[in-house]
């Protein structure tokens, strides 16, 4: 009773962040369709079982994409309460990121502070809190590369047709973001359109948002564009255009990809194929994260 009783307080709180975008002038403007789409707990179904779409890449143009698997995703960042409250619960280690008592913090405040390897060790602990089977397998946990403040993982596998959580492949995150549009923005390609929907270096104040304060994408997705750039689970590399269905990226590597651009970047940075790296083990206030699982079967 009391989990369920935790779970209810941690959606009423992704609900209401969810329902007043602020800022806007109706008179001039009118926001994307959004998709009546089936969500649950939090999370929203994204139709992608053979779903084939095209995203450009600047070294080697465009490319489609083709996806064998519906999928979940989170309709909003991970927040500071959901991340505090899951990993508090499941590892004793756990104390908040020190990010958190410099910047902008609170319940609806996103993740950041977080490095790659203790957000998939988060969507192991949801899956464990959730009842689901765990995404991520690895040997073991290493403390001293970056002392008590993060850890790498050794011998890390995502078993993907898992039903666990797990942070999104690239080639999701991108569909996802894209929903119905072929454009750089799921809005269009008209940038002073972008205070609408996104936080970004013109009307952040350089700071990090609450979630869910400004206009969703055609799927429901809030910030999917600005506010924090956002891990994907992919290995950085050259995209190989030789694997279309179902990309993973390779096996090994030095650092991971993000994308959606964050709060303090040019309009620019926020483009949906926009990509960035980032090394598994660092930390930084403009980095977050979502969630996605498969449908269980």
Not at 72 to 86: G, H, M
Not at 242 to 269: M, N, R
Request: hydrophobic share 30%; with cysteine.
């Amino acid at each position: 009773m009391k989990r369920i009783l935790l779970m209810l307080s941690l959606l009423f709180v992704a609900c209401d962040e969810t329902t007043n975008p602020t800022d806007h002038n109706h008179s001039i403007f009118e926001e994307v369709t959004v998709l009546n789409l089936l969500k649950d707990n939090g999370m929203v179904l994204i139709p992608a079982t053979d779903s084939t779409f095209t995203f450009s890449d600047s070294t080697i143009g465009s490319i489609s994409v083709t996806l064998k698997n519906d999928f979940y995703i989170d309709s909003i960042e991970t927040t500071q309460k959901l991340y505090a409250t899951i990993m508090d619960s499941i590892y004793e280690w756990y104390r908040d990121p020190l990010d958190w008592s410099k910047y902008n913090s609170g319940d609806s405040f996103p993740a950041y502070g977080v490095t790659w390897y203790q957000a998939v060790l988060f969507c192991n602990a949801r899956s464990k809190f959730d009842g689901y089977d765990t995404a991520y397998s690895y040997d073991s946990i290493s403390w001293e590369i970056c002392a008590d403040t993060c850890m790498r993982i050794k011998g890390l596998k995502t078993t993907f047709e898992s039903d666990g959580y797990r942070l999104p492949t690239e080639a999701e995150w991108i569909y996802a973001c894209q929903a119905t549009s072929v454009e750089e923005y799921f809005w269009g390609n008209d940038t002073s359109l972008a205070k609408e929907y996104c936080w970004y270096q013109i009307n952040s104040g350089n700071e990090v948002k609450e979630t869910g304060k400004k206009y969703p994408n055609q799927f429901g997705l809030y910030d999917i564009l600005g506010n924090l750039e956002e891990y994907c689970n992919d290995i950085y590399s050259p995209f190989d255009s030789s694997i279309l269905t179902d990309p993973t990226g390779p096996e090994t590597g030095s650092f991971i990809v993000k994308h959606g651009g964050a709060f303090y970047q040019p309009i620019g940075y926020q483009n949906i194929a926009k990509r960035q790296k980032t090394n598994p083990e660092s930390s930084t206030n403009y980095t977050g994260f979502r969630t996605v699982r498969r449908p269980k079967k």
